[in-house]
């Protein structure tokens, strides 16, 4: 299965990421964890909509099941 | 997996917490407990529309299936 | 987990609850069984929309992939 | 658990339920059977919209997954 | 659980029934086979929209998971 | 369970078939193989909109949460 | 069961792929793994709604959940 999904995700630990929720949502934050629902931990996290920052949390679980992609900075 | 998600919210045990649900309502509450479904138990937790709070609720059951996300105040 | 879930619906049998939908739709009534998909079985139950109650129910099952949150009386 | 959702299901065997599905449609009939997906069989049953008999039928089964409460006869 | 709903199906086979699918529409057909998640088999089948046959197919398999009633003609 | 769903799917191999979506997307081509979640292996496939083909694939994997219907034409 | 989905999918690794999601979405880029959900992994990928261009992704991971096809480029 080449590079797993999990595995990127889990490559991106202390990273910075950009989530896409359903509904077109996004958030970007640091990386704390997942697990293998696709729960994510987010740190120091804003929420965007349309591109334009409307809250900030410091800390953050998002329900895998809400979430479309997930894209990290590794190149 | 660093910070699994459920440990995130197993440290939020009598914290305040933000839960964010389908359809975009919010409630506030101190978190009693939870499962791994993320079924939510909250405490003293009013429920929030567009930031105004429109019910109180002593003790409330979220399902875990109406979660979005959950945002703990630890930093 | 401290209080789990469904431990705090135990504990409500026999009790007042108030039941929301999905949609909207609520169901205030006696509590009387459950089980681990949130399925609920009410007694003496009244279905209200926008507060005002449409319908009663001598005893009526609702399906846990319906709810959204059930709140007790405890507190 | 005390009364099991599936117990009060399985009471109402060869009684007069109402059924009432996703999207507000409701059927009314004698229930015959049940599975533990909620699968339902109904006989001479009829289909209520805003309660006018829109169709009748002798037998149908219903799954489970559409059904969103189930109220029997007992009191 | 007296008549189970497979069963019902099961006896179904060989018959003319009358399949309803999420938004409403309906097939009507020869029941050819089922297996446990309601994928249902139909053979010389109409598919019809407000009551009008839109459609034949000489064989189609339909999705449990879209289905929401069988209605076999056993009385 | 007569004429198994799956087996309809397998006799199909290599014939041309037609699959219909969630939100009536249309999509014919020959049928080169499937799995159990009745995700399906296409090639030489056109997608259908309103009867019009708007697009044509060598070969498409189509996830089974989308599909509504398949039907061979086996007779 | 022929060529089997994931098969085909595994064939495609380090190759092209446009990947359609739910509500119509598209992605292309090259394919870097995959795992059983569907879950995919995409590198050098650009988003397109109505076939333009409108975001690009070094990395991206899918969820398996909003995919509704996968075309490879192997004829």
Redesign the interface.
Known sequence: ??????????KS??EAVLIE??GGREFRGTL????IH????LKDAEELVNGEVVRN???????????????????
């Open positions: 299965m080449a590079e797993k999904p999990l595995d990127i995700i889990h630990i202390e929720l359903k704390k964890g997942y697990d696709m729960n994510l931990v949390f410091g800390y953050v679980v998002i329900r895998g099941d809400s979430v479309v992609l997930i894209s990290p900075n590794i190149r």
